[in-house]
């Protein structure tokens, strides 16, 4: 069949143009009647035409479905019917097509299309069957059959690992014998990555058969001695730690010769005190292996807690006067902060001479001086200009104390806002390569809806190298309610960047496991399956998924494709069998004790839980569902799950913002009642006072006439009073948008000029620091009001 033929009729596909579709079909039908590639064809043409009459059971699950009559061995009309599966969302027909077809006409090409279809479908258990099967095909096999036997136990380690669900009872009791037995009878093992997978099979689905675990422990032991593979070493520390001290003991003497860890040395301080030995005995054995180090120096501390229970004044003397004026130092005594006696180490600390910035930022740290941040500052600030250009300094913990201590309260006042940003616009001209601060200032200028100003600051933190998941939150947090300008590179650079990035590591990691396969870089495996769940289940790539819908509404832009999008992701963790988001943002940058769910009232933008996700999800679903009036299985299970422990209401309140609840509402209404509340929710779609200022200006007239936009669009509703109010609703918000930055922008310049005359701004001149000018906030401001306007 002609590629060119083929290739138009999925144009005519795209286009809905199915009249010329229909005829090109049949025109192949007539040249090869007995195509089973072009009996799909027609199929999927056919659900492609008209999705909601395709009836399932009479024109596919009766011919291909799991009790269907047909089983075809082509490849092409394979691969189609797996994508037409997927699209109905039957997940074990879409891969059964290809596992029917193997062993009705087992082939190789066959057996590796199905472990290939496995693999990108994330489908552990199929990807375990057809590994199995390869092993038949010896003769045809570019890789040794051996291999597939440790294929098969990786597979059946991620399918207990991270689809555990998945797994019948029979399963859970035949699997990992098989997957065991497999392994044994290819003994003796080729390599460490061949033992690895062993240790893997034995770690996570036989942790407790003491008959298999010194199998493996009898393997691994004469390695040790070659080189220390970093997985074997944690079989031999976990494995031995509570089962035999003296082997335990040894081997850590053989580790430490290769390797300075600081896990090995505690389970060897751990197997000397099992064994008798004296504390110097095993501190003299570290020094003799290790030398002296960072892991040596804390092996002191551990040694102590672990023979005497308490840290000797002695080991605080040896370890801080060594460590004092080291980055790690803060660290370190943080995670031993109960067990070191407060007042010897603030002995050590005030005895020692040698004080640059990173020995006073660590006292400070540790809080053992009660000296203010200021002055700390003050005896540091020549460094400041003294350092490279692009360094940065410890200085900025002084700063940042400051502005915590203005912000981290309950709803902190405009003019503590300002004031911290002048601490920190001025500090960051001295140091303008500190992550910290910088960071601080995105988020106070997001905070204040100044998203132009925030942006810019960015810029320049995305030159770091900065991890992509974990930090752009800061930015593309809510930004369809916060910045919707489409021309600037806010989106349309920057953001396509940042999501191109999920896209093409997704497409990708399929094709690096199939090579981690086949190079037998087996340690790799478990690792990517467990960073494309994770990819695929990102709060961030997901909260920007809900962030472009709302977007495209807002701006009257096609949703087709996007829709398609979220249907295939949604059927993709479905397919994966995940549960939950996964939360990659990286809440450290602000300081150790803030984490998603306590968040301070200066970081409420970026108050983003699992709920908020699945319900912005399930409204985009209310909304596609709304204009036929028909019901979503996955919308209606979804609330019934939500409504177990929580009413929907609290749900509703718990996760969301008051103008995404009034929206939520709006839709729900509509979707559930028919619009019988639609008049009353009508009724309230003024700017709240408690609105009219910061972030939540922009963000409420933003949700407000997104949902009022959509409900315009709705040819559902059909009453002209109601549709009349809507129009009415939209004109009055866009009315009093002018007035309402106005107002702001005022409230902006106040802050700026209570600065300036007020006891605030004693607390900038120590420091040698400015107030913050009103230009800058109001020009940023101004861009907004364009961008919000012109929608």
Known sequence: MSSKIEEEIFQCIERSNFKQCNEKIALLKRQFPKSAYISTLEIYAKFKQSPTKFDYEKDLGNLYGVNGSLITSDLRALDLLHKLFIELERYEEALHVYEAANFKYTSYELVSQWFEKALEDFHFNHMARSSLQMVKFKEVNPLPSRNYYFWNALCVIALFKFQNDKVTEQESKILPQLAYKNLCNVKPFQSNQELIVFGLLIEELFPNDEEKINELINLIVPQ???????????????????????????????????????????SLLHAAKETAKTKEEALSLIDELVGDSRNSRLARIECDLMFTREVSKKITFILFGKNHNKPCCAVDMLHYQEQINQDVLKDVMQNITERDVIHDSNVFKLKLEDVDPIDFYQRHKDSLSEKSKTDYSQSSIFILALVKRVLLKNEPTLDDIILSLSLLENYQMQDPHNYDTKTWIIAIYMHLGLVPLAYSHYLDLKVKNIQNDSMNYLIYTRFSSLFPSKQDDFLNKTFKEDCALYDVSLERVPQFLKISFERKAYCKILGMFEFRSKLERSSSKWMKTCEVLQMSRLCNDKRASLLQKLHQDWGKLALMGSTGWSDNRDWTIFGNDIKNENLPDILDYLKVNDE??????????????????????????????????????????????????????????????????????????????????????????????STLKTLDGFKRIKDKETKKLIKEAIKNLRESCDSLYQAYSLKLTAACDALNNSGNSELLKPLGFMPLGVTGLQNSLLTVQKNVRNL
């Open 224 to 266: 040790l001695s070659k080189s220390v593979d970093l997985y074997l070493k944690n079989f031999i520390l976990n494995f031995l730690n509570d089962r035999n001290p003296e082997l335990l003991f040894e081997c850590c003497k053989i580790i430490l010769k290769h390797i300075d860890d600081f896990e090995a040395i505690k």
């Open 612 to 705: 908020w996700i699945s319900l912005n999800c399930v409204k985009e679903f209310m909304i596609e569902c709304i204009p036929t009036g028909k019901k979503s299985s996955m919308v209606d299970e979804y609330l019934k799950n939500l409504s177990k422990d929580l009413s929907l209401e609290n749900v509703l309140a718990n996760s969301l913002t008051k103008a995404e609840v009034w929206s939520f509402k709006v839709i729900y209404d509509i979707y559930e009642n028919d619009g019988k509340n639609l008049l009353s929710f009508l009724q309230d779609t003024s700017i709240p006072a408690d609105s009219k200022s910061g972030w939540k200006l922009t963000h409420t007239y933003l949700m407000k006439l």
